[in-house]
């Protein structure tokens, strides 16, 4: 099978000529390579196959830039969604005809219609701010982050009810700024296992399987997931299956199955293909399990140039499924396995990594994962301080805060201020020291016994072991063979855990340096491409090389490096001395004193630092006053 799709103009359907129109296009070189065009008085827009735009996109050697955005999203940016496929006819997923009309449009500050089943949980607003590049052509459809709420463009879009696709019958995203609104889901797994049954139309429409569905298909669905007690546990084993237990492996070479015995050898005995295969295969397996499921395609959030800002390249193309909980709506999963060759910015959803079994029996139906307060929360506090009502007084009238002038009390405040504005200023230098600090302190193995175990011996009446290791005091040793005296051999840091360190510091000097990070780029791939940035000598080649080396074998494979933690160090010392020799003097000066990579961090403590600072401010502009009425 395979994913298509196809667009209708008004009351319209693509019929014969349309559809060959459609092949026809899918060979421009547009992103998803959407072609728009008129037929007459008819206004029919035609669009190629997805499942080709998507490959042509994944393996395009240039890997251009197709937008760029900004989002206010605390928690990290969620998806860009472009197309939601809703039929599969045994070969193929492809989305229903759209009927466009004129009450479709999408309106400047007019609200979209509500996302499907969205209606209880935690939710957060975000704001995004995308730009499209202007060498991107016949792009009709709206990447955007689901659920959007309103959308702010020029030009004539259109919006579909029921799975809230943004589309133009007319207009091309290329070269266009948008801003979008939206609301984002944050469901616990908990909630997800407990929602309730689905509404009619819904089961109608999203959990239809073909009688042409290999039985093969369905009696693994059911295999996969037997014991499962909630559909929540039955979606994560399928995920799980795909990513962790079942042997897949990311192939982009991998043709994507056209028929049915295609599918079952995918499934049983190839396990090789690339995001489209996966996301497909398990949205038809959720149906057959009676779980409502779609395939959404469209764009992972792409990598973090600056802080808040993001870039989308071709590569970062994907697709994955979407399933229907009462309750929550429609909510993301990503069974497309990770690897060297894998889509490196695809993200897990946390809903979707709960403590359930992977094999047969019986589960309790509660899945657990971590909970997190909404991002929403802090946003929509609105904290007022006593400075900021201090010009409510008429022009020209004195205050006895004003008459105290002459007593010297005024400059307190403004000393105060100026010293807490230093003191803000350090914080993200301090912050980034103390990070780089910390993740290689805690790489340093103890030999010492916890403190947990001392405290408790203490409180038995034990005597503390000895300074050097030795007996304790008043305690005859055991008899047993005699070793010479001389240091304890300290444990070896896990590997694993240097190799990560070393990466995420070299990650993080880059974009202290304004340097491009690709999360969707392997280790190697990265070494590569900074190398060639930056032409670095050969021994910051070398040292870069070693470092990807350590956190590639750290991720895809058993073994693990044998570069100790004191060189990975040393290279990334070597790597963060290139950088900063690469780029100008005032990059330079930012990387030390206000450093990107912690300014994300710092920004909601500098918010709140801010605050307590004006109401300190205006207690101490109130001192005078009140010590005068004393």
Same mark, same amino acid.
């Not at 955005?69 to 990290?76: F, N, S, W």
């Not at 193309?317 to 929550?328: D, I, N, V």
């Not at 916890?450 to 305690?475: E, Q, T």
């Not at 040393?570 to 300014?599: C, Q």
């Given at each position: 099978?395979?994913?298509?799709?196809?667009?209708?103009?008004?009351?319209?359907?693509?019929?014969?000529?349309?559809?060959? @129109?459609?092949?026809?296009?899918?060979?421009?070189?547009?992103?998803?390579?959407?072609?728009?065009?008129?037929?007459?008085?008819?206004?029919?827009?035609?669009?190629?196959?997805?499942?080709? +735009?998507?490959?042509?996109?994944?393996?395009?050697?240039?890997?251009?830039?197709?937008?760029?955005?900004?989002?206010?999203? *605390?928690? %990290?940016?969620?998806?860009?969604?472009?197309?939601?496929?809703?039929?599969?006819?045994?070969?193929?997923?492809?989305?229903?005809?759209?009927?466009?009309?004129?009450?479709?449009?999408?309106?400047?500050?007019?609200?979209?219609?509500?996302?499907?089943?969205?209606?209880?949980?935690?939710?957060?607003?975000?704001?995004?701010?995308?730009?499209?590049?202007?060498?991107?052509?016949?792009?009709?459809?709206?990447?955007?982050?689901?659920?959007?709420?309103?959308?702010?463009?020029?030009?004539?879009?259109?919006?579909?009810?029921?799975?809230?696709?943004?589309?133009?019958?007319?207009?091309?995203? %290329?070269?266009?700024?948008?801003?979008?609104?939206?609301?984002?889901?944050?469901?616990?797994?908990?909630?997800?296992?407990?929602?309730?049954?689905?509404?009619?139309?819904?089961?109608?429409?999203?959990?239809?399987?073909?009688?042409?569905?290999?039985?093969?298909?369905?009696?693994?669905?059911?295999?996969?997931?037997?014991?499962?007690?909630?559909?929540?546990? &039955?979606?994560?084993?399928?995920?799980?299956?795909?990513?962790?237990?079942?042997?897949?492996?990311?192939?982009?070479?991998?043709?994507?199955?056209?028929?049915?015995?295609?599918?079952?050898?995918?499934?049983?005995?190839?396990?090789?293909?690339?995001?489209?295969?996966?996301?497909?295969?398990?949205?038809? /397996?959720?149906?057959?399990?009676?779980?409502?499921?779609? $395939?959404?395609?469209?764009?992972?959030?792409?990598?973090?140039?600056?802080?808040?800002?993001?870039?989308?390249?071709?590569?970062?193309?994907?697709?994955?499924?979407?399933?229907?909980?009462?309750?929550?709506?429609?909510?993301?999963?990503?069974?497309?396995?990770?690897?060297?060759?894998?889509?490196?910015?695809?993200?897990?959803?946390?809903?979707?990594?709960?403590?359930?079994?992977?094999? %047969?029996?019986?589960?309790?139906?509660?899945? &657990? @994962?971590?909970? +997190?307060? *909404?991002?929403?929360?802090?946003?929509?506090?609105?904290?007022?301080?006593?400075?900021?009502?201090?010009?409510? &007084?008429?022009?020209?009238?004195?205050?006895?805060?004003?008459? *105290?002038?002459?007593?010297?009390?005024?400059?307190?405040?403004?000393?105060?201020? @100026?010293?807490?504005?230093?003191?803000? /200023? %350090?914080?993200? /230098?301090?912050?980034?020291?103390?990070?780089?600090?910390?993740?290689?302190? @805690?790489?340093?193995? +103890?030999?010492?016994?916890?403190?947990?175990?001392?405290?408790?011996?203490?409180?038995?009446?034990?005597?503390?072991?000895?300074?050097?290791?030795?007996?304790?005091?008043?305690?005859?040793?055991?008899?047993?063979?005699?070793?010479?005296?001389?240091?304890?051999?300290?444990?070896?840091?896990?590997? *694993?855990?240097?190799?990560?360190?070393?990466?995420?510091? /070299?990650?993080?000097?880059?974009?202290?340096?304004?340097?491009?990070?690709?999360?969707?780029?392997?280790?190697?791939?990265?070494? !590569?491409?900074?190398?060639?940035?930056?032409?670095?000598?050969?021994?910051?080649?070398?040292?870069?090389?070693?470092?990807?080396?350590?956190?590639?074998?750290? !991720?895809?494979?058993?073994?693990?490096?044998?570069?100790?933690?004191? !060189?990975?160090?040393?290279?990334?010392?070597? $790597?963060?001395?290139?950088?900063?020799?690469?780029?100008?003097?005032?990059?330079?000066?930012?990387?030390?004193?206000?450093?990107?990579?912690?300014?994300?961090?710092?920004?909601?403590?500098?918010?709140?630092?801010?605050?307590?600072?004006?109401?300190?401010?205006?207690?101490?502009?109130?001192?005078?006053?009140?010590?005068?009425?004393?």
């Amino acid at each position: 099978y395979a994913i298509g799709g196809r667009l209708v103009g008004t009351e319209v359907c693509i019929r014969g000529r349309a559809e060959h @129109a459609a092949r026809l296009q899918a060979r421009d070189r547009g992103v998803f390579g959407l072609g728009g065009g008129s037929g007459g008085d008819n206004r029919i827009v035609t669009t190629p196959d997805p499942l080709v +735009s998507l490959k042509r996109e994944l393996t395009r050697l240039d890997d251009s830039v197709v937008l760029t955005y900004r989002t206010d999203d *605390a928690e %990290g940016p969620d998806y860009l969604r472009l197309y939601a496929l809703d039929r599969f006819d045994g070969d193929r997923w492809t989305y229903s005809p759209l009927k466009s009309s004129a009450k479709d449009r999408v309106v400047y500050g007019q609200t979209l219609p509500p996302p499907p089943g969205l209606s209880i949980g935690r939710v957060h607003k975000v704001t995004t701010r995308v730009h499209v590049r202007s060498e991107v052509r016949n792009m009709t459809f709206l990447p955007v982050p689901y659920a959007p709420t309103s959308v702010s463009i020029r030009g004539d879009w259109r919006v579909h009810p029921s799975s809230l696709m943004l589309y133009s019958l007319r207009d091309s995203a %290329g070269g266009r700024s948008y801003t979008v609104e939206s609301v984002r889901a944050d469901p616990t797994a908990a909630q997800l296992a407990a929602a309730g049954g689905y509404p009619a139309d819904i089961v109608a429409h999203y959990t239809a399987v073909p009688k042409n569905v290999p039985q093969q298909v369905r009696r693994l669905a059911e295999q996969v997931t037997a014991g499962s007690a909630t559909a929540l546990t &039955q979606a994560v084993r399928l995920q799980r299956w795909f990513t962790v237990t079942g042997g897949f492996s990311y192939d982009l070479s991998a043709p994507a199955p056209q028929k049915g015995s295609d599918l079952v050898d995918f499934l049983l005995h190839s396990k090789r293909g690339y995001c489209e295969q996966y996301a497909a295969s398990m949205a038809l /397996m959720a149906r057959i399990l009676g779980i409502p499921s779609r $395939v959404a395609m469209g764009y992972t959030p792409g990598s973090e140039v600056r802080p808040g800002e993001w870039v989308v390249r071709s590569r970062d193309a994907h697709a994955w499924p979407e399933l229907y909980f009462q309750g929550t709506g429609w909510v993301r999963f990503e069974p497309t396995p990770s690897g060297a060759a894998g889509q490196g910015t695809a993200v897990t959803p946390t809903y979707s990594r709960p403590a359930v079994s992977t094999g %047969g029996g019986s589960d309790s139906g509660s899945a &657990q @994962a971590p909970d +997190s307060s *909404a991002a929403g929360d802090a946003a929509t506090a609105s904290p007022t301080t006593g400075a900021r009502h201090r010009d409510d &007084q008429a022009p020209g009238s004195t205050t006895s805060a004003q008459e *105290a002038e002459d007593d010297g009390f005024t400059a307190t405040p403004w000393l105060a201020g @100026a010293l807490l504005t230093l003191l803000l /200023m %350090g914080v993200p /230098m301090a912050l980034r020291s103390f990070t780089r600090r910390r993740r290689w302190a @805690a790489l340093t193995p +103890s030999t010492a016994l916890s403190s947990d175990i001392l405290s408790r011996a203490r409180a038995n009446g034990s005597p503390d072991p000895a300074p050097d290791g030795g007996p304790l005091p008043g305690v005859r040793p055991l008899p047993g063979p005699e070793f010479p005296p001389g240091p304890r051999r300290a444990a070896r840091p896990d590997p *694993a855990r240097v190799a990560h360190a070393a990466w995420q510091e /070299m990650r993080a000097d880059a974009l202290d340096h304004g340097l491009e990070w690709r999360a969707s780029d392997s280790p190697r791939a990265t070494a !590569r491409r900074l190398g060639e940035l930056l032409d670095l000598d050969g021994t910051s080649t070398q040292a870069i090389t070693r470092i990807a080396r350590a956190e590639e074998l750290a !991720r895809y494979s058993q073994s693990r490096s044998a570069e100790p933690a004191e !060189r990975l160090r040393a290279d990334v010392r070597t $790597v963060r001395e290139a950088f900063a020799a690469s780029v100008g003097r005032r990059t330079r000066w930012r990387a030390r004193l206000l450093p990107p990579s912690t300014m994300s961090q710092t920004r909601a403590a500098l918010r709140a630092a801010t605050d307590r600072a004006l109401d300190v401010t205006a207690r101490l502009n109130d001192l005078p006053t009140r010590l005068r009425r004393r």
